[in-house]
């Protein structure tokens, strides 16, 4: 399997040659659907690599961006996406073929097309397969997810080339829009044991929704995750509503909120996003000395209005 190279101009304004893809890209391709922004509506949102194993989620969050990724997939008797799993021999193939190239460090996310953790019932574990490949090696895997079943990570020392990033919400957000996902308490929980046990582990607050009473409910989450542990980086993120999420919603309550057009579907209003912005990155400064903060796609207005630098960003998807 033969590797894909492109010269990308990076956010930081320097063009470097990277791979694009693994053969046809369907297992292992670099996320650049974000051009380099230029207008202030444009987004900031740098290059990364998936490892696309598989497809869909249990979760079905109301709001969530698969719901029109895969609008043409099948469907069950409740009309969601099927989940389906690749053929890990072809998994395998992608990933010798990566592995063997003299390439810098990267991260493979593993939780931009499903939830990261939903292969750990399979025979074997997903985690326990994929890490043979990956422990020891010079690069990471990202395991996006708001699942619980950590046990294959406390059981091996995969900590040099294993990263977990929780998707967290403020309670009453989860409740409304996230009822199918363990509670923020238990994905909180769950993380407290990887983290204990040396993992790497980020956390994302998104999407935050200015529901009433939103800065208590954000409030309590930054507090209830630091009492449990210290995130290695927290990255923001508000609604984002792309037309084909929004057309595929079952439950379209989340779009209320959204009142603002940008290069990556509806927010909302760029006041609104600013105010809960500035709310928990202020707390988190103010309160924990906290400071490694990245905000997931929005606009480079948006990171000049906080007088953060986006072309310095640190954020969940990347090194």
């Known amino acids: 399997m033969r590797a894909n190279f492109k010269e990308y101009l990076m956010l930081d304004g320097s063009k470097q040659t990277l791979i694009q893809r693994v053969g046809s890209g369907i297992i292992i391709r670099r996320f650049d659907k974000t051009p380099y922004p230029v207008a202030d509506t444009d987004i900031a949102c740098p290059h990364f690599m998936e490892l696309a194993w598989s497809w869909g989620c249990p979760y079905n969050c109301a709001f969530c961006y698969l719901k029109g990724t895969f609008r043409f997939f099948d469907k069950n008797h409740l009309g969601r996406v099927v989940m389906q799993f690749k053929d890990r021999r072809e998994i395998a193939k992608a990933l010798v073929a990566f592995l063997q190239l003299d390439i810098p460090p990267e991260i493979l996310n593993a939780g931009e097309l499903s939830d990261g953790l939903i292969g750990e019932t399979q025979d074997p574990p997903f985690s326990k397969w994929l890490m043979g490949y990956m ?73 935050m929704v200015s529901v009433e009473g939103w800065q208590k409910a954000y409030q309590e989450l930054v507090d209830h995750v630091f009492s449990q542990f210290i ?57 924990y000395g906290f400071n490694k903060i990245g905000i997931c796609k929005d606009t480079i207005a948006l990171w000049r209005s906080l007088n953060m630098d986006f072309k310095k960003i640190t954020c969940n998807c990347v090194l």
């Not at 996003?273 to 928990?280: C, G």
Request: proline share 4%; hydrophobic share 35%; with cysteine.
């Open 231 to 287: 995130p290695e980086r927290i990255t923001l993120g508000c609604l984002r509503g792309l037309a084909s999420t929004i057309r595929c919603a079952t439950d379209k309550s989340w779009v209320k909120y959204l009142t603002e057009k940008s290069s990556w579907g509806m927010k909302p209003s760029f006041e609104n996003r600013l105010a809960m912005y500035n709310f928990v990155i202020s707390y988190l400064r103010k309160e």
């Open 135 to 207: 422990n020891g090696s010079r690069h990471k895997v990202l395991f996006l997810t708001k699942g619980t079943n950590v046990k294959n990570f406390l059981e091996n020392e995969w900590q040099k080339n294993a990263i977990l990033a929780w998707s967290l919400n403020a309670e009453n957000v989860a409740k409304t829009w996230e009822h199918l996902a363990p509670t923020p308490t238990d994905r909180i929980k769950s993380a407290k044991q990887v983290s204990e046990a040396r993992y790497e582990v980020r956390i994302r607050i998104d999407p």
